[in-house]
């Protein structure tokens, strides 16, 4: 059978620029790069709640027919190795929906816990299995990351809502049915008022908040309420209080940009990647 991991990601050594995505070109492949890196980009540091792709986290990506070995490294060798789990299993579930693919191998460089990682989430182990000492099961790690990243998103989503001249009372109350994602590609369509009354406002905010709305269960009907508190209750559009939760999800957010910066800072200086 062909080979087509480089010498340098096998033995963990540098070659290869990092985050660098290149295929062996020995052979015709039914896989197609720029899928692979498109499925991985829908993979998010939990923490930092960016794509692995943006944060340059991706150091090699090598086709070998339908096989795909995918080769990451973190900023630090002490990243909390849930949160590497969470991205090394993302990895291999979304390169795995390609239909071209037949097998994922994830290796994960670098790190002080990286052979237990590699090893636990390519035979298909659970985290709580491999780590038995760890304080939560990875599923609750998971499901407190979303809820912080769902509440930090909310800030960009509410000031977009603002800008376009909404009120307290007016953004608080309102629910899936009266947001159209599908309005234009760059605007979305919010109706308020009992639908007299229709703003555009830019979409991405919105779009990227629905989504981690919807995958902590916040909303997942029609007649649910976009926004919540840091607990998950409905916004009060009491002035006051409605300002006292914005600030909050905006310390949210900085909070989580603080670090990505952090995070950035170090991955430039151990692994030589560069950010604009």
Request: net charge negative; with cysteine.
């Amino acid at each position: 059978m062909e080979t087509t991991d480089s010498p340098d990601v096998a033995d963990g050594s540098k070659s290869r620029p990092p985050g660098e995505a290149s295929s062996s070109g020995k052979t015709e492949s039914p896989v197609n790069l720029d899928a692979v890196r498109e499925r991985l980009d829908r993979v998010h540091d939990p923490e930092l709640d960016r794509s692995i792709i943006e944060l340059q986290y991706i150091k090699t990506i090598d086709i070998d027919g339908s096989t795909v070995t995918v080769t990451f490294v973190l900023p630090t060798a002490w990243c909390s190795p849930a949160f590497a789990w969470m991205m090394a299993t993302g990895i291999r579930d979304e390169v795995s929906t390609l239909p071209a693919v037949s097998s994922v191998t994830v290796r994960l460089l670098d790190h002080m816990h990286g052979d237990e990682i590699t090893t636990g989430v390519n035979q298909g182990l659970s985290f709580e299995s491999v780590f038995e000492d760890a304080e939560d099961g990875i599923e609750a790690v998971r499901r407190k990351l979303d809820h912080k990243a769902r509440f930090a998103r909310q800030h960009a989503a509410i000031k977009t809502l603002r800008q376009a001249g909404l009120d307290p009372d007016q953004i608080a109350p309102l629910t899936r049915a009266e947001v159209d994602l599908e309005h234009r590609s760059d605007l979305a369509a919010v109706r308020v008022q009992d639908g007299a009354l229709t703003v555009t406002v830019a979409r991405e905010p919105l779009a990227d908040y629905l989504a981690k709305a919807r995958e902590t269960g916040l909303v997942t009907d029609e007649t649910d309420r976009l926004f919540a508190d840091r607990e998950g209750d409905p916004l009060d559009p009491e002035p006051e209080a409605f300002e006292s939760t914005l600030r909050d999800a905006r310390l949210a957010r900085a909070n989580i940009e603080g670090q990505a910066t952090i995070c950035e800072s170090l991955h430039e200086s151990r692994n030589g990647v560069g950010f604009d």
